[in-house]
């Protein structure tokens, strides 16, 4: 390190990030003496041309298959999306987009060796024939066609199947053989490669018997206790032993090198015509992901026209919350969002349980991006921000850097949900600025790290006792809620959120929502039990379910109170069925109460049973019964 600092000679190295806080740890100079340069992901455009050009190159050469240009795009547009924890693919482009295409690559070779591709086809198609000549699912491109057509395109097709098929058994054959012949010729050139060292090692340890006995009266018997004679008297060229064992290996190396290069015309016949395509690198990805094929393949223009309507149906009573989230989204998916900037920044403000964590997880689960989601309620101390950004120089933790830049460091396409911002220090603020502002913040250690893929969403409670009052309409109490939240937070701050129009408001949900959501989680509770295999449900009947979200939805715990309270009620009930009476089948009757308050989930009944029984089986049954909660 002295020779460094002076000047002596220059270093380059080269660290990832896994192993950045060790390198740093390995000596107090170290960040004084090196320069820190960040080396990010090639660009959009740059990323593309490089991904083609090793593809085209190494790639195609490697595997002896083409690859189609929309296989390349779809690699890089799958890695970039999706983040795997799978050795190469977790890393940084375009190392993951070339690691999916070489497994890509490599499924579809030994797919195609271990069966003819045209063959599978066509068996394809004669399968289809075979269904119209039954009558059965008769496809478009067959309808029409008469029975006897039918038929005799079956017999053409399957005496095409049968030839394609006794070529690739014989192509198959063959590749066997020649394959055997290789990994034989291979073990007799180690074998005499072995045989030839050993030789060369006896006559160098004779030979040197030899030298140690001139000019005494052991030389004859030195050259008789090993025949190096012929040797000496060659004037140093190798024995004859020598030479023919290293004829032997050329003998077997030449037969190797025919063998190979005829598996070589064998294997490039199969691979002729075969083109790695998009439906490739989706199987493929699929198969690492767990992703079905289907939802990868998902148009996005379709995504984000059915957005709002799909974030709307898993968020209720918040259309215009909705609304413009969407919007915002839209407008960013659209390139019309500066790029200096995030591609959404947005705070939510409303009472508790009114939707606004809900509405950031659906839109992650819409977008499938990941939700990285801070509680400031951790942030409330002024050293918190160290947290964020990392430790200053000198204090513990200072090599590791921040927990919010490495993880955006790691992976820049996420949703960020800061929760109940109001609780965190004012130093957290000015973090937030700079990333609001121009999507860059540093960490401690002098790294830059990109927020512009990024949609940053705060919420907080300020401005509730506003939206809980029943004197004040919506309009009112969004109104009130901004005067406390100036009083709260500097202007700079507010109107970092696209001039204070990304800051909506989220109201009182009103009984009819709470009884949407109430359906819901009896539906989530239905569902789950039929994933588990059990023929049982639940069931409750229209007045029931509004009697029970009246007595027990109260504005200030937001739709988490009746959602508790299913939770806390029904389900017991309902895993006792499923646990205890594993051949009980079914519905359970959900009755509640309104003078008692009182709710009472019956045993599981089936439906076909007659009227009567289900009435005396339910009165007679022990049913579980809830207590009242005032």
């Not at 004779?206 to 008789?224: I, L, S």
Request: hydrophobic content about 35%.
């Amino acid at each position: 390190m002295s020779a460094i600092k002076k000047g002596k000679f220059q270093a380059v190295l080269e660290v990832r990030e896994e192993n950045f806080e060790s390198v740093l740890k390995c000596h107090s100079d170290m960040r004084e003496s090196f320069t820190m340069v960040d080396v990010t992901e090639p660009g959009e455009e740059s990323l593309g041309q490089i991904v083609e050009n090793i593809s085209k190159g190494r790639l195609e050469k490697h595997h002896n298959i083409a690859i189609d240009p929309l296989a390349i795009q779809t690699a890089i547009d799958l890695t970039n999306k999706y983040r795997v924890r799978d050795l190469g693919l977790s890393r940084a482009q375009p190392e993951r987009a070339m690691t999916l295409l070489d497994r890509a690559l490599t499924s579809y070779r030994q797919s195609a060796h271990a069966k003819d591709p045209k063959l599978a086809s066509l068996e394809e198609r004669i399968g289809s024939i075979f269904e119209a000549v039954k009558g059965e699912n008769v496809a478009p491109e067959l309808q029409g066609k008469s029975q006897e057509e039918l038929e005799s395109l079956l017999q053409v097709l399957e005496a095409e199947a049968l030839e394609i098929k006794d070529s690739w058994e014989a192509t198959q054959k063959e590749i066997k053989s020649v394959y055997k012949d290789i990994a034989s010729a291979e073990d007799n050139i180690r074998s005499f490669e072995d045989a030839l060292e050993q030789q060369l090692v006896e006559e160098a340890e004779a030979r040197k018997r030899a030298e140690e006995a001139e000019g005494t009266q052991d030389v004859a018997k030195a050259r008789k206790s090993f025949d190096v004679a012929a040797t000496l008297q060659r004037g140093g060229f190798e024995s004859e032993k020598v030479e023919k064992l290293r004829e032997q290996i050329r003998k077997y190396q030449d037969a190797a090198e025919r063998a190979k290069s005829r598996f070589g015309e064998l294997t490039a016949e199969i691979n002729d015509g075969l083109v790695l395509t998009e439906s490739h690198v989706l199987k493929e990805f699929s198969e690492i992901s767990g992703f079905p094929t289907d939802k990868l393949k998902q148009d996005e223009r379709l995504k984000l026209m059915n957005l709002e309507a799909n974030i709307g149906g898993r968020v209720f009573g918040q259309p215009e919350a909705v609304s413009k989230l969407s919007d915002q989204v839209v407008v960013a998916r659209a390139g019309l969002q500066d790029k200096n900037k995030p591609q959404g920044a947005f705070m939510f403000l409303g009472p508790s349980g009114v939707g606004k964590t809900e509405i950031t997880k659906a839109l992650a689960a819409e977008l499938e991006l990941p939700l990285l989601r801070l509680d400031m309620s951790e942030y409330m101390e002024k050293h918190a921000v160290a947290k964020l950004i990392g430790a200053p120089p000198g204090y513990e933790g200072y090599e590791a850097g921040g927990f919010l830049t490495n993880q955006i460091r790691r992976n820049p396409r996420q949703i960020i949900l800061l929760d109940e911002i109001e609780k965190a220090h004012p130093d957290v603020f000015d973090v937030l600025l700079q990333v609001l502002d121009d999507a860059r913040l540093s960490d401690n250690r002098g790294l830059t790290v990109d927020f512009s893929q990024t949609i940053i969403v705060l919420t907080s409670n300020v401005g509730t006792p506003h939206f809980l009052n029943e004197e004040l309409s919506f309009d009112e109490s969004k109104v009130q809620a901004m005067e406390d939240l100036d009083e709260k937070f500097r202007p700079e701050f507010l109107n970092r959120f696209n001039g204070r129009e990304n800051i909506l408001c989220f109201n009182k949900l009103e009984l009819p929502v709470i009884e949407m959501i109430a359906k819901r989680e009896l539906s989530k509770i239905n569902k789950m039990i039929a994933e588990n295999g059990k023929d049982i449900s639940i069931n409750i009947s229209e007045d029931d379910l509004k009697a029970m979200c009246a007595d027990h939805y109260k504005p200030v715990n937001g739709a988490r109170g009746i959602t508790g309270y299913i939770q806390g009620q029904i389900k017991p009930s309902v895993a006792k069925a499923t646990l205890f009476t594993p051949d009980a089948e079914g519905t359970m009757l959900i009755e509640y109460d309104k003078d008692s308050k009182t709710l009472t989930v019956n045993p599981p009944v089936k439906h076909e049973a007659p009227a009567e029984e289900v009435e005396k089986n339910a009165s007679a049954a022990a049913g579980f019964t809830a207590p009242a909660q005032g």
